[in-house]
Nanobody, 115 residues
């Protein structure tokens, strides 16, 4: 059984930074794609960033230049460095991973940006 566990969320002031981590465990040891989605109150869940096993990245327009995604393939861990945070970044952030065409989701971690 595969589990994705997020950590690093919390409360931060506008302009501040947070670093999210997602550690995968279970029977799958390699994921072709890992990434992050988020869902804000009253909005649809949206893609934030993805990274392939080879290191290719993709970002939503709203976070380009502010967020950086990275991964440690040996540890099956994906990270999201979030800088210059804005109140509109407030959301539950979900870790995502795909292996052999099968998607897996974390439980989510709350990020709140407020003064």
């Amino acid at each position: 059984q595969v589990q994705l566990v997020e950590s690093g969320g919390g409360l931060v002031q506008p302009g501040g930074s947070l670093r999210l981590s997602c550690a995968a465990s279970g029977s799958i040891f390699s994921f072709g794609v890992m990434g992050w989605y988020r869902q804000a109150p009253g909005k649809q869940r949206e893609l934030v960033a993805t990274i392939t096993s080879g290191g290719s990245t993709n970002y939503a327009d709203s976070v380009k230049g502010r967020f950086t995604i990275s991964r440690d393939n040996a540890k099956n861990t994906v990270y999201l460095q979030m800088n210059s945070l804005k109140p509109e970044d407030t959301a539950v952030y979900y870790c995502y991973a795909r292996a052999f065409g099968v998607p897996y989701w974390g439980q989510g971690t709350q990020v709140t940006v407020s003064s």
